[in-house]
C-alpha cells in the first residue's frame, strides 16, 4: 500500500509536468486573438493530464490514509504534498470557469515546486503524537491548505499580470521585484535540486558540537557543511570541513541548507540569464501577450474573494475549535496561530483595498505576490525557524 | 439640512451623489465622469456629507477604508514582531523572564524585553489596535449600510439616460416589440432575476442580499471581539492547573469545593514497533521514541450534603472517566484536560533502624511522603520520632538545612531514636545518598531500605463562559463572509429610449460572469453585446 501510494504520488508529479509543456504549447499554438477563445487541442490534452494527474495524487492522498490509519496531514512532507494538491485541485476549479491555459502554465510549475519541496522532506509515515490524534486534524489542516491553495491561485494570476504589465524595457525597481519574485522560485529549484542530489549520492557528516547550554550533542548533516556547528567536531572521514563555525545560538544545520539553496539558486538564476540573455521575467513576456489584463485581474481577485473564506474556516475557526479541545484554549498566540492571523488579516486587507480605486491591476497584482509570501513564510519558516506547538512538523 | 429633489419627483437626502431613485446625478461637476462610481450606490454616506463637529471628524476618521486598511496593516506588523521570540507564556519557568531574555538571545533579547514584546498581545498598545480596528468595523458598517439600504430599496425600474450610459456595460440596440420584451423576461426570469417591468422598461435584478454580506460579517465580528472582552468579567473564565497523584482524591478549583477528584492511575504509553502499525516502523527507527497515549483514569466525585470547614465530605461518585489528550472530561461549565505528568515521583519511604556496632535489624519503618507520620512505635522499647522533615532538601544561603518545595523531589529527614539504652533519644539527620552523622556517640542508625513511587498527572481546569459568544460571532461572520464572497449582486436594465433599446448592466463583482450572462441572454435576439466601458476608459 505504502509502495502504490508514493508511485501514484510520482506519476502525478511526472503529469503535471508534461501537462505544464502542453500548457505551454496550447499558448505558443493559439494564433487567432478571438474574443471568444476555444481551447485548442494542446490545452484540452493539457488540462486532461492535469485531471489525470491529479486524480493519481487523490489516489496517493487516500491509500496513504488507508496505510497510516490516519488523514496524511501530519507532517511537513504530508501537508506540503497536500498543499500541492490544492493548487492544482483549485486551478483545475479555476480553469474551468475561465479556460485561461495561461493560467496553467504559471500555476502547475508552482505546485511541482511544491511538491517537490516537499519531497525534501522525511517522507515515511509517522505515528500521531496524542495532541494530533483528532478528527479534526484532517478538518483543520485540509481545509487551511485548500483555503491557501485558492488563495496561491491570486499569486499565479497576479504574476501573469505583472510579466505582462511591467515595462521590461528599462530596468526599474518594478523589473527589479518582479525578478525577485522569480529568483525566489528558482532558489527554491535549487534548493531541490542540491538536497536531491547530495542525498542521491548519500553524503553524511557526523558532527559533535557544543550547545547552547554547553552540553556536547551529536548531529548529522546531509549536505558539506560549509557553516559548522559551535566548536564542532568533525567525525566522517573524508567529509567537506566546515569554512566557518557558528555561535551555539544558531542552528547551524539548517543555516548551511539555507546557504547551499542561495548558493545553487544563484548558480541557476544566471545560468538562465546567462541563456536567454535577459530578465526572466521579460523571457516570459512573449507568452503572456494574448492575455487581457483585466481578466487576469479578475481572476486573481475572485480566487482571494473564493479562498478568503475557505482559509478562514479552515484556519482560523476550525484552527479555534480543535485548539480548544486539544490545547484547551482557542487562541494561545502560538507564532503558526499569529502568521495564520496575518495572512487572514493581509487577505482582509487586500479585499478592502479593492474597495478603493486605484487599487486594481497592478498594485492588486504585486499584493497577491505579497500574500503568496506570507503564506510560504507561514509554511517554510514558521515551521522550521519559529519554534512553536506546531513544530513536530519539521 | 437641505433636501435635494429630483427631476423624477424623489427626494433625495442631503449629500445624495446621484438619485436614489433613477440616477440622474444631482451635482454638476459629475456630469463630466465618464463612468459613474456605483459605489454605494452614490447615497448620502454621513462621512462624506458632514465634517464640522469633532463628532463629525472622529466619526469620519473612523469610517476611511483607508483608516481601517492601514489599522489592519499595523496591527498585522506588530502582531509579526510577537513572533520573532517565543512571548513569556512559552519560556521555561527556570528563570524570570527580565533574565531569560538577554539570557538566551544576547542584547537583541535584551531589547525585546524592555520594549515589552515579551509580552506583546497584552500590552495596552495591541490591545488600543484591536479596539480601534472594532470601532473602524462599527463605524464603517453604519456608515454605509443604511444609506445603501435606502437607495437600494427606492431604487425604480425606469433610470435616467446619463445612469445608464454611465454604466461599465452598456450597448445601444434596435427596438424591441412587446413579444421579444416578454422573451427577454422570461430567459431573464429563468436565469433566477428577479424582474420589474415598467412601461416596457425592465429592471431584472439579483443577489441584492449580497450586498450585506460584509455588514453581516462585521457584526459577527463586533460579536466575536464582545465576547473575547467578556473574559474580564470574573467568574466568566478559569484557567487553573491541578496537579494530581496516583491514589490521590483533591477537590476541584473554582467549584466552591463541590467537586472533588480522584486519580486512579496515570498512563504514558509509547508506540511500540511490535504492537502497532507497520507502517511506523521507518519513522520510529529514525526518531527514536514518539509517545501514544498520556491519560488520567479520573472519578469524578461530588460533595454531599453541608460540611463544616475541617469535616471531611461526603462524597459521591459522579462518573468515572479516562482523561487523554483531545478528550477532555466535561462536567457543568468545566472541562478537565490533561496537560502534563510526572513520571515516578516518591510516594514512600522506607528505613531500617539498626544497632551501629552490630548491625542487629531493629524494625522497619515506612513513611508517606506526603503527610508523614510523627511517631513510629517499634517493639521492645524502641521508636523513632519524625522531628524534622524536609521533602526538597538544600541549604540556604546560611547553609541552614531547608526546603525548597512542598513536593518529594530529595527528601531528608531528622529522626530522634528512643531505645532503652537512650529513653531521651538521639538525633540523627538522614537524606538521599547522604547520612550526615550528627552524633559520633550514637549508637543506632537509620539505613536507608527502599522506596515507592507513583506517577502524578496534571490538569487543566477550564470554564468559559464566553465560548457561546465567541462561536456565535464566529458564525454570523462566516454567514456573512460567504453571503459577500459567494454571491454577486447584479443588475440589468433594459430600455426603451427613443426608438432604440438600451442594456445597461452591474454587478458589484465578477464582471466576467455577468458579461457572460448578458450574452447567453442576447444570444439569438436582435439586442447587440454591450461594450465593457471600462476598457475604453483606460485607453483615453
Not at chain 1, 502542453?22 to 484540452?44: D, H, L, M, P, R
Not at chain 1, 512573449?286 to 489584463?293: A, D, Y
Not at chain 2, 473554582?254 to 511490535?274: A, R
Request: hydrophobic share 45%; aromatic share 12%; charged share 20%.
Amino acid at each position: 500500500m505504502v509502495t502504490l501510494s508514493s508511485n501514484l504520488l510520482y506519476i502525478a508529479f511526472i503529469l503535471y509536468l508534461i501537462a505544464t509543456l502542453f500548457f505551454g504549447g496550447a499558448i505558443k499554438a493559439k494564433k487567432s486573438v478571438g474574443e471568444k477563445q476555444s481551447t485548442n487541442a494542446w490545452g484540452k490534452i493539457a488540462i486532461i493530464l492535469t485531471v489525470i494527474g491529479f486524480i493519481s495524487q487523490v489516489g496517493y492522498f487516500i491509500t496513504r490514509w488507508i496505510a497510516a490509519g490516519h488523514a496524511p496531514v501530519s507532517n511537513l512532507f504530508e501537508f506540503t504534498t497536500f498543499f500541492g494538491m490544492a493548487l492544482v485541485g483549485a486551478f483545475i476549479v479555476i480553469y474551468f470557469i475561465y479556460k485561461t491555459p495561461l493560467l496553467g502554465l504559471f500555476t502547475l510549475p508552482v505546485a511541482i515546486l511544491v511538491i517537490a519541496y516537499a519531497s525534501m522532506f522525511p517522507r515515511e509515515i509517522s505515528p500521531l503524537i496524542p495532541a494530533l490524534q483528532s478528527d479534526w486534524l484532517h478538518i483543520h489542516v485540509t481545509t487551511a491548505a485548500l483555503g491557501e491553495a485558492i488563495l496561491a491561485i491570486s499569486f499565479a494570476a497576479g504574476l501573469i499580470y505583472l510579466v505582462k504589465f511591467v515595462d521590461q524595457t528599462k530596468s526599474s525597481k518594478r523589473t527589479l521585484w518582479l525578478e525577485i519574485v522569480f529568483f525566489g522560485l528558482v532558489t527554491t529549484l535549487g534548493f531541490v535540486i542540491t538536497a536531491s542530489t547530495f542525498s542521491a549520492l548519500d553524503y553524511q557528516a557526523e558532527f559533535t558540537w557544543v550547545d547552547k547550554a554547553g552540553k556536547e550533542v551529536a548531529t548529522e548533516y546531509t549536505m558539506p557543511a560549509l557553516v559548522g556547528p559551535h566548536k564542532g567536531e568533525l567525525l566522517t572521514e573524508g567529509a567537506f570541513k566546515p569554512l566557518i563555525e557558528t555561535p551555539a545560538i544558531i542552528n547551524a544545520k539548517k543555516l548551511n541548507t539555507v546557504i547551499w539553496s542561495f548558493a545553487s539558486g544563484i548558480v541557476l538564476y544566471f545560468l538562465l540569464r546567462l541563456i536567454l540573455r535577459k530578465r526572466i521575467a521579460a523571457s516570459l513576456q512573449p507568452l503572456v501577450k494574448n492575455i487581457n489584463l483585466d481578466l487576469v485581474d479578475e481572476i486573481s481577485y475572485r480566487s482571494v474573494l473564493i479562498g478568503f473564506p475557505v482559509f478562514t474556516l479552515g484556519a482560523l475557526i476550525f484552527a479555534m475549535i480543535w485548539a480548544q479541545i486539544a490545547w484547551t484554549r482557542f487562541w494561545g498566540w502560538d507564532p503558526k496561530e499569529v502568521w495564520a492571523l496575518i495572512t487572514w488579516l493581509f487577505y482582509a486587507a487586500f479585499l478592502h483595498l479593492r474597495l478603493s480605486k486605484g487599487w486594481h491591476g497592478e498594485k492588486s497584482a504585486w499584493l497577491a505576490v505579497i500574500g503568496f509570501v506570507i503564506i510560504m513564510f507561514n509554511l517554510v519558516a514558521v515551521n522550521l525557524v519559529i519554534a512553536g506547538l506546531h513544530s513536530y512538523a519539521g | 439640512m437641505k433636501e435635494v429633489k429630483c427631476e423624477c419627483g424623489h427626494v433625495n437626502p442631503h449629500g445624495t451623489v446621484f438619485c436614489e431613485a433613477c440616477g440622474k446625478l444631482t451635482k454638476e461637476q459629475e456630469e463630466n465622469k465618464n463612468l459613474l462610481d456605483m459605489r454605494y450606490e452614490g447615497s448620502a454616506r454621513r462621512s462624506q456629507t458632514y465634517n464640522k463637529s469633532v463628532i463629525d471628524k472622529v466619526w469620519n476618521f473612523f469610517s476611511s477604508v483607508k483608516v481601517g486598511v492601514w489599522l489592519i496593516v499595523i496591527t498585522l506588523s506588530a502582531s509579526a514582531v510577537g513572533t520573532i521570540l517565543p512571548q513569556e507564556m512559552y519560556i521555561p519557568n527556570t528563570m524570570p523572564a527580565s533574565e531569560y531574555y538577554a539570557d538566551q538571545y544576547g542584547w537583541m533579547g535584551k531589547l525585546y524585553y524592555q520594549l515589552g514584546f515579551h509580552n506583546l498581545y497584552s500590552s495596552w498598545w495591541y490591545l488600543i489596535l484591536i479596539a480601534s480596528i472594532g470601532i473602524s468595523l462599527v463605524i464603517c458598517s453604519l456608515d454605509r449600510v443604511i444609506p445603501l439600504y435606502k437607495a437600494l430599496k427606492r431604487q425604480r425600474v425606469t433610470r435616467h439616460e446619463g445612469f445608464l450610459k454611465r454604466q461599465r456595460v452598456f450597448g445601444e440596440s434596435p427596438s424591441l416589440n412587446q413579444d421579444e420584451i416578454e422573451d427577454i423576461k422570461q430567459k431573464l426570469v429563468k436565469k433566477r432575476y428577479n424582474v420589474r417591468e415598467e412601461n416596457g422598461n425592465l429592471l431584472a435584478e439579483k443577489g441584492r442580499f449580497s450586498r450585506w454580506g460584509p455588514y453581516v460579517n462585521h457584526v459577527g465580528l463586533i460579536i466575536f471581539l464582545f465576547g473575547a472582552m467578556l473574559r474580564f468579567i470574573p467568574g466568566m473564565y478559569v484557567d487553573k492547573v491541578l496537579w494530581i497523584r496516583e491514589g490521590e482524591t483533591k477537590v476541584i478549583p473554582e467549584t466552591n469545593g463541590e467537586y472533588y477528584l480522584k486519580n486512579e492511575e496515570f498512563i504514558l504509553d509509547i508506540y511500540d514497533k511490535e504492537k502497532d502499525n507497520e507502517a511506523f516502523d521507518k519513522a520510529l527507527d529514525r526518531v527514536g521514541m514518539v509517545v501514544k497515549n498520556y491519560q488520567s483514569n479520573v472519578v469524578l466525585l461530588q460533595k454531599e450534603g453541608d460540611t463544616i470547614p475541617g469535616e471531611k465530605p461526603e462524597l459521591k461518585k459522579i462518573k468515572e472517566y479516562p482523561i487523554q489528550v483531545n478528550k477532555p472530561l466535561k462536567f457543568e461549565n468545566f472541562a478537565l484536560y490533561q496537560v502534563d505528568y510526572k513520571l515516578d515521583e516518591l510516594s514512600k519511604m522506607s528505613f531500617k533502624l539498626t544497632k551501629k556496632d552490630s548491625d542487629q535489624s531493629l524494625g522497619d519503618i515506612t513513611i508517606n511522603l506526603i503527610e508523614p507520620e510523627k511517631e513510629f512505635n517499634l517493639k521492645n522499647g524502641y521508636s523513632v520520632e519524625l522531628k524534622s522533615y524536609f521533602p526538597d532538601f538544600a541549604f540556604d544561603e546560611n547553609q541552614e538545612p531547608t526546603t525548597k518545595s512542598r513536593v518529594p523531589n530529595n527528601p531528608a529527614f531528622v529522626f530522634n531514636v528512643i531505645s532503652p539504652e537512650n529513653p531521651e533519644g538521639e538525633m540523627s539527620f538522614v537524606a538521599i545518598q547522604q547520612t550526615i552523622d550528627p552524633g559520633e556517640d550514637n549508637l543506632y542508625k537509620m539505613s536507608f531500605n527502599g522506596i515507592e513511587t507513583r506517577n502524578v498527572s496534571a490538569l487543566t481546569v477550564r470554564k468559559d463562559l464566553t465560548l457561546w459568544t465567541i462561536a456565535f460571532g464566529g458564525l454570523i461572520f462566516m454567514i456573512g463572509v460567504i453571503q459577500g464572497a459567494y454571491w454577486n449582486h447584479r443588475r440589468i436594465w433594459i430600455q426603451q429610449i427613443g426608438g432604440t433599446t438600451w442594456i445597461a448592466a452591474h454587478t458589484n463583482k465578477n464582471w466576467h460572469g455577468i458579461k457572460r450572462e448578458i450574452g447567453q441572454l442576447i444570444d439569438g435576439t436582435k439586442l447587440t453585446e454591450p461594450m465593457d466601458q471600462s476598457i475604453n476608459e483606460e485607453k483615453e
